[in-house]
């Protein structure tokens, strides 16, 4: 992974568009970096949107010569629609996360070959013939290095960030950079170690058969501490 991240200038919000099929190719046929992965025709590319997840729009270009990965953040939850908004800004940090994890443990994540903060996009590394983890262990599928690659990762970017490792004034300039991504959070505060112990809005259950599963986990008033307790940096 020889590519080098390319920072994005001042973030203007009048600057953001969704960029489906046409504008992305026109796009990216702008970026030399990516032109020269991809192949110098791009109107042979071919551009799939495959993003199956609550947030983001994801897309596999392939041209004649390689590939590359290319997401984009909306302004909401693109599972529930424009009723849940969500600051674009949170693809800039995706980015900030992805170039650091990248120095801390290098060939342990995908590479970032390009960053735009205006429009919320990143252009990073297509890994092939990958597929979402997830789907592999349910379909049985052995990963005889994944034990080592998890652990390796785990151990270097959470080390390598500590206090144990970083002087003090860079350990806060590191806290600052990524303070402001509190929405994302809070939707893994509230959706994991909150919303679980009461009958809120969003839980959703198999009702009447998982009705007595979902109550147990209400009244037991010793979890939520034990839940606050991870959920606390």
């Known amino acids: 992974m020889t590519s080098q991240p390319h920072p994005s200038g001042v973030a203007r919000p009048d600057e953001y568009r ?11 046929a702008g970026l030399p970096e990516i032109v020269a992965r991809l192949g110098e025709q791009p109107e042979a590319w071919s551009i799939s949107e495959i993003g199956d997840g609550n947030l983001n729009l994801v897309f596999i270009v392939k041209g004649t010569t390689g590939g590359v990965a290319v997401k984009q953040a909306l302004p909401y939850v693109r599972l529930v629609g424009e009723s849940w908004p969500l600051p674009l800004s949170r693809s800039h940090y995706e980015y900030q996360a992805l170039v650091h994890q990248a120095r801390l443990a ?95 809005e969003q839980n959703r259950w198999t009702s009447p058969w998982l009705d007595a599963t979902a109550a147990r986990s209400r009244p037991g008033c010793w979890k939520r501490p034990k839940a606050s307790g991870i959920s606390l940096p």
């Not at 969704?18 to 990216?28: E, F, G, S």
């Open 18 to 28: 969704v960029l489906r099929d046409a504008d992305l190719r026109a796009y990216l």
């Open 106 to 200: 290098p060939g342990l994540v995908p590479a970032v070959l390009h960053h735009n903060e205006a429009l919320a996009l990143i252009a990073m590394e297509l890994l092939e013939p990958h597929i979402i983890l997830r789907k592999g262990l349910v379909a049985g599928t052995c990963y005889p290095r994944l034990v080592d690659h998890i652990t390796t990762f785990l151990a270097r970017t959470l080390f390598l960030s500590s206090d144990l490792a970083v002087p003090a004034a860079q350990k806060k300039q590191g806290i600052a950079a990524f303070a402001g991504n509190h929405a994302l959070c809070k939707i893994t505060e509230d959706l994991i170690f909150t919303e679980p112990y009461f009958q809120a």
